[in-house]
C-alpha cells in the first residue's frame, strides 16, 4: 500500500466530453484532477461537480527572468491563487518559462546567463512568499527540450531543484515530471532520490508518444516502487493522452500505481 494519491489532467482523457463533463468522469473513477488555463474555464461550474482539484496552472503570462514579464508573472499568480481558493486547490504549476497554447516558449532562450539564475531565482522567492500567504504551494515543473518545448529555460530536472532549493521554502517545490525527465535526463529512479525532499508532485506519461503508463518505454512499476521507497505521500497525476478508451487509459494508470 502506497501513502500517495492519483489524479489526472482533465486536459489531455475524455476527448469527446465537454470540459465539465471530463472532470465529472474522472471524478466518479476515484481520481482527483489537474487543469491548465483556468481562464477559459467556468470556475462556478468546475466547483459545482464535487471533484477535488489538485493541481492548476499558477500564471496567465510572464516569466521569471525578464523585468516587465516577471511583473506580468506575479500579478497573474496572484489572480491564480484567487482561482485556487475558489477551487479548493492546493498547487499552482509553473515553467521556467512562459509558455503559449501550444507549449511552446513565448520568448525562446538559447543561453541561460548567470543573471537569469539570479532573477529567476528572486521571482521564486517572491512566489513563494505569495504561496505562504494564501497558503498554497506553487510547484516548478521540468519539461523536455528535445520534443515537446524547445527554447524553454530552467528544463532538466536538475535545475527545477537548484532553483527550489535555493529558494528553500517549503511553498516551492518541484513538479517532477517523469516523461518529461526520460526524454532530457534518464535514470529516473536516481532522479527520484536525489530530489526527494523537493518534490511537491509527480506527473506521469509513456515515452514516446505521451500516453499512459504501460503505451512505451519506462518502468512506471520500478518508479512506484521507487515512490513508495522515500514514503512519498504527494500527488501523483497522469498528464498524457489516452492510446485508445479513456478509461481503459485511467484504468491503466491507476494498475501502474497499484503496489
Known sequence: MSNYSLSVCAEMVFLDLPFIERVERIHAMGFGVEIW?????????????????TSMTGYI??????DEDIGH???????????????????LNLHGTGLNN???????????TGEMWLK????LDALAA???KAGRVFTLENLNTAV???GTPFAKAEDTMALVSAVNSPYLKMNLDIYHAQIGEGNLVELIRKCE???GEIQVADVPGRKEPGTGEINYKAVARALKGINYQGVVAMEGWASGDSVIALEAFREAFTL
Open 73 to 91: 508573472l506575479l500579478s497573474s499568480a496572484s489572480q491564480s491563487l484567487e482561482a485556487a481558493r475558489r477551487l479548493g486547490c492546493p498547487s
Open 61 to 66: 503570462s510572464g516569466n521569471l527572468t525578464d
Open 197 to 199: 525532499k523537493h518534490i
Open 120 to 123: 529567476a531565482k528572486r521571482t
Open 130 to 132: 505569495m504561496g505562504e
Open 102 to 112: 501550444v507549449g511552446l516558449p513565448v520568448k525562446p532562450v538559447e543561453i541561460v
Open 148 to 150: 515537446d518545448h524547445p
Open 37 to 53: 488555463d483556468w481562464t477559459q474555464k467556468d470556475i462556478d461550474a468546475l466547483v459545482k461537480t464535487g471533484a477535488r482539484f
